[in-house]
C-alpha cells in the first residue's frame, strides 16, 4: 500500500545537476555513475539475433532534443524486480538468463503460438524509430529504440470479434531477480495492458534492441514494450505473455496505487501526479527542464484513440 511518505523513486532537490558539472559532459557522467562500468555491467548486454542489428532508421520520427548518451540510457533504469536503485539495475543484471526465451501468445485469437525469441525477432520486420521516453517521475531521455509494430503480430494472431485488450506479464524468477523477494508487497508478477486499438497504433512498438544493438537486460530484454505517448511505468520489460481479453485487465501501478498511477497514463501536462507537478520534464542527465508536450509530443497519432480519457 503507498503512502505519503518518501520512496527511493523520488526525485529529492539534492539530484538536481549543478551548474559547473553541467557545462562538462564528461564530469556530469562520471558523476552519475555512468561512465567506468563494470565488467559485471557489460556482461548486461542480450545477444538474441545480433545479425539483425542495426537495423534500417525510419526517417519519419524525429526529434525535438539530442539523443540520449548511450551509457546514461543503459545505465538509469527503472526495474524493480532487481532493485529501486536506478543505477545498480546494470550491475545486478548478470545472472539473469535471457536465452532460451519463450513468449506466449493466446487468449481469445484464432491463431495461438508459443514463440522461441529468436522466431519472434526475427518473425515481423525490424526497425529503428528515434522516441522521446518520459518517466512518470518527471525524468525524460530520448531513444533509439529497435523493434516492431506490435499491430503485426496482432493481425499474425488473428483476434476474435470479443477481443478488446491485450494484458502483457514479464518473467517471474525470484532467484535471479532479488528485488522480487526483497519487495514482496508488489503482486508480481508485473503486468500491464493496452487496448488493442492503442497495441494497433502506429507507434506502438515491442522493442528488442536500443542504440543499435540486441536490447540489454537492464532495459527489458529480450523483449519489451514501448508506447512513447505514455509513461514509462506502462513500458513493461522481459515479457513472456501476451493475452487477448474481452475484459479490461488491471495494471500492476494501477492496482497498487489507483489514486496514483492510472490505467492509461498518458503523458498530460495538465494532470498533475498527486505528490508532483507533470508540467515540466527533466531530461537526463543534464536536468534540463522543458515543458511536458500532450501525449509526450504525440497528439497527431493518438489524440484520437481517446474520448476525454487522458488518464
Not at 95 to 118: A, C, S
Request: aromatic content about 12%; hydrophobic content about 35%.
Amino acid at each position: 500500500m503507498l503512502t505519503k511518505s518518501p520512496k527511493g523513486w523520488q526525485i529529492p532537490e539534492r539530484h538536481a545537476t549543478p551548474e559547473e558539472v553541467f557545462l562538462d559532459r564528461r564530469k556530469l557522467l562520471q558523476g552519475m555513475g555512468f561512465l567506468g562500468m563494470s565488467a559485471l555491467a557489460q556482461q548486461a548486454f542480450g545477444a538474441i539475433a545480433p545479425d539483425l542489428y542495426p537495423a534500417k532508421r525510419d526517417a519519419k520520427y524525429t526529434l525535438d532534443r539530442p539523443l540520449t548518451a548511450e551509457p546514461v540510457a543503459t545505465g538509469y533504469n527503472n526495474f524493480y524486480e532487481f532493485t529501486l536503485d536506478k543505477r545498480r539495475v546494470k550491475d545486478m543484471v548478470g545472472p539473469f538468463e535471457i536465452e532460451p526465451w519463450k513468449v506466449k501468445v493466446h487468449g481469445l485469437i484464432n491463431n495461438p503460438k508459443t514463440y522461441d525469441i529468436d522466431d519472434l525477432v526475427r518473425a515481423f520486420p525490424l526497425e529503428e524509430r528515434l522516441y522521446r521516453f518520459r518517466c512518470v517521475e518527471t525524468w525524460a531521455m530520448a531513444v533509439p529504440w529497435t523493434g516492431f509494430q506490435i499491430s503485426h503480430l496482432i493481425q499474425a494472431a488473428d483476434p476474435k470479434p470479443e477481443a478488446k485488450y491485450i494484458r502483457m506479464v514479464s518473467v517471474d524468477r525470484p532467484e535471479q531477480m532479488p528485488g522480487i523477494r526483497s519487495q514482496p508487497h508488489y503482486p508480481w508478477p508485473y503486468f500491464e495492458a493496452l487496448e488493442i486499438k492503442e497495441a494497433m497504433n502506429e507507434l506502438a512498438l515491442f522493442v528488442t534492441g536500443i542504440y543499435g544493438k540486441p536490447l540489454p537486460k537492464q532495459n527489458g530484454a529480450p523483449i519489451r514494450l514501448i508506447t512513447p505517448w505514455k509513461y514509462g511505468l506502462k513500458s513493461i520489460k522481459s515479457i513472456v505473455e501476451i493475452e487477448f481479453t474481452e475484459k479490461r485487465p488491471p495494471t500492476l501501478w494501477n492496482k497498487v496505487g489507483p489514486t496514483e498511477y492510472g490505467w492509461y497514463s498518458n503523458v498530460n501536462p495538465k494532470k498533475p501526479h498527486p505528490r508532483w507537478s507533470q508540467a515540466t520534464d527533466r531530461l537526463i542527465p543534464t536536468g534540463e527542464e522543458r515543458p511536458t508536450l500532450l501525449y509526450n509530443g504525440y497528439e497527431e497519432y493518438v489524440a484520437g484513440l481517446y474520448n476525454g480519457k487522458e488518464y
